[in-house]
């Protein structure tokens, strides 16, 4: 099992940054890819960003690429999204989520978080 907790969120204004940092705990944490997702509200859970157990390699959704970093430390067992010039239709819960291998699919992702809000106000 793997335990993931989010947090950062909160209501920004649009142009403003969030940094969201998932903590992790169980198994070994470079053992697993982490994604980050989110859903707006009335629409389906679509893919943000991965990045691999070693952090080498990582992948973004084409709306946020240039606007959003992911990185990890495998040290402190967390991951962080880093999310700049936000966006109105930024407004979503953010999940963190754990896969044995990088993806962009959800379904391949075994454990997720709770999620935490990030709200852009225009």
């Known amino acids: 099992q793997v335990q993931l907790v989010e947090s950062g969120g909160g209501l920004v204004q649009a142009g403003g940054s969030l940094r969201l940092s998932c903590a992790a705990s169980g198994r070994t944490f470079s053992n697993y890819a982490m994604g980050w997702f989110r859903q707006a509200p009335e629409k389906e859970r679509e893919f943000v960003a991965s990045?691999?157990?070693?952090?080498?390699?990582?992948d973004y959704a084409d709306s946020v690429k240039g606007r959003f970093t992911i990185s990890r430390d495998n040290a402190k067992n967390t991951v962080d999204l880093q999310i700049n010039s936000l966006k109105p239709e930024d407004t979503a819960v953010y999940y963190c989520a754990a896969s044995r291998w990088i993806s962009t699919v959800a379904r391949f992702y075994d454990y997720w978080g709770q999620g935490t809000r990030v709200t852009v106000s225009s």
């Open positions: 990045i691999s157990g070693s952090g080498r390699n990582s």
